[in-house]
């Protein structure tokens, strides 16, 4: 259980267009999602929060406008990003933590399988 | 702010031999801890965590962590390691926001 995808796992794209990640938890509810980048030899870093039906919280630093989020449903939340460069290129991770009523801690997250972005 | 430090940013270690992978953390209150591993390419996935109870806690793939609150400590063992644990090791830190560690990458010799 608790597995997370993303689609494409892989995608190349020319400088100046949009690329639309997808996030999807297949086997539970994510009332949470979090997309991360990663660069080359280095860790995770935290670029939003997003609550199904409600805005993705950013973190500081990171481009509201450039990377846009979406979290219709509890299932899916999409990244966009828009007029992406060749900085842009990157690993871009999500992750979906899983709710259970009553439960007490933290919410686990769970990972996607990741996503390589190249722009040209 | 919360924070993590692996220390060790490569190590090797030949198969069978036994791991250690070192982390430090800073929490303002009880930590959530977390050690997650990403293969080549991939994403995480989640060996073990710690919220409370037991401080020694026990994961996948054989690996177990203790949690030493006086050493802000919360290492990632493993007695025998297999060829297949080469990979990069994250330790995190957090609730809700997780914090993770600039990843320690094993190298598992025959």
């Known amino acids: 259980g608790a597995v997370v995808s993303q689609h494409p796992s892989r995608v190349i794209c020319k400088s100046g267009t949009s690329v639309k990640i997808e996030c999807r938890s297949l086997d539970f509810q994510a009332t949470t999602m979090f997309w991360y980048r990663q660069f080359p030899k280095q860790s995770l870093m935290l670029m939003a929060t997003s609550n199904e039906g409600s805005k993705a919280t950013y973190e500081q630093g990171v481009e509201k406008d450039k990377f846009l989020i979406n979290h219709a449903s509890l299932t899916l939340s999409t990244l966009t990003v828009t007029s992406a460069h060749p900085e842009d290129s990157s690993f871009y991770i999500c992750?979906?933590?899983?709710?259970?009523?009553?439960?007490?801690?933290?919410?686990?997250?769970?990972f996607g399988p990741g996503t390589r972005l190249t722009v040209l | 702010a919360q924070s993590v430090t692996q220390p060790d940013i490569h190590i090797t270690v030949s198969e069978g031999a036994s791991l250690e992978l070192r982390c430090n953390y800073s929490y303002g209150a009880t930590p959530y801890l977390f050690w997650y591993v990403q293969s080549p390419g991939q994403g995480l996935q989640l060996l073990l965590k710690y919220f409370s109870g037991d401080t020694l806690v026990q994961g996948i793939k054989g690996f177990e962590a203790e949690f030493k609150r006086s050493q802000s400590s919360f290492n990632l063992r493993k007695p025998s390691v297999h060829w297949s644990d080469a990979a990069e090791y994250f330790c995190?830190?957090?609730?809700?926001?997780?914090?993770f560690g600039t990843g320690t990458k094993l190298q598992v010799i025959p």
């Open positions: 995190a830190v957090g609730y809700q926001k997780v914090t």
């Open positions: 992750s979906a933590t899983q709710r259970k009523k009553g439960q007490q801690g933290t919410d686990t997250q769970y």
